[in-house]
């Protein structure tokens, strides 16, 4: 059974560092494709983050380049996302996801991919 449990959230000032860290189990890093969500009250789920192990590629969304950096630890079978610089609207559910496909990272975190695994989900609120 895939389960990815995230861990690493919490209550930070704006301006300061979170790193978040998800736990694989029940598969192997092989072809896959991992990230990270997140989701904001009243807004849509957002791909943030996202590696693939088949075209080495990462991807970041536009409002996290430069802040946020993603990496993985395949012997862990840990997948990271390291936030600076941390703005308010940085605000939302946080939620790691992997789908066992040889795709594209850019592609996966578009969300258009279905029947993947999703985490739990961790909270990360950035005070003002």
């Known amino acids: 059974e895939v389960q990815l449990v995230e861990s690493g959230g919490g209550l930070v000032q704006a301006g300061g560092s979170l790193r978040l860290s998800c736990a694989a189990s029940?598969?192997?890093?092989?072809?896959?494709?991992i990230g990270w969500f997140r989701q904001a009250p009243g807004k849509e789920r957002e791909g943030v983050s996202c590696i693939s192990s088949s075209d080495g590629t990462t991807y970041y969304a536009d409002s996290v380049k430069g802040r946020f950096t993603i990496s993985s630890d395949n012997a862990k079978n840990t997948v990271y996302l390291q936030m600076n610089s941390l703005k308010p609207e940085d605000t939302a559910v946080y939620y790691c996801?992997?789908?066992?496909?040889?795709?594209?990272?850019?592609?996966?975190?578009?969300?258009?991919?279905?029947?993947?695994?999703w985490g739990q989900g961790t909270q990360v609120t950035v005070s003002s």
């Open positions: 029940g598969f192997t890093f092989d072809d896959y494709a």
């Open positions: 996801a992997a789908a066992l496909l040889a795709i594209n990272s850019a592609y996966y975190c578009s969300g258009y991919v279905r029947g993947d695994y």
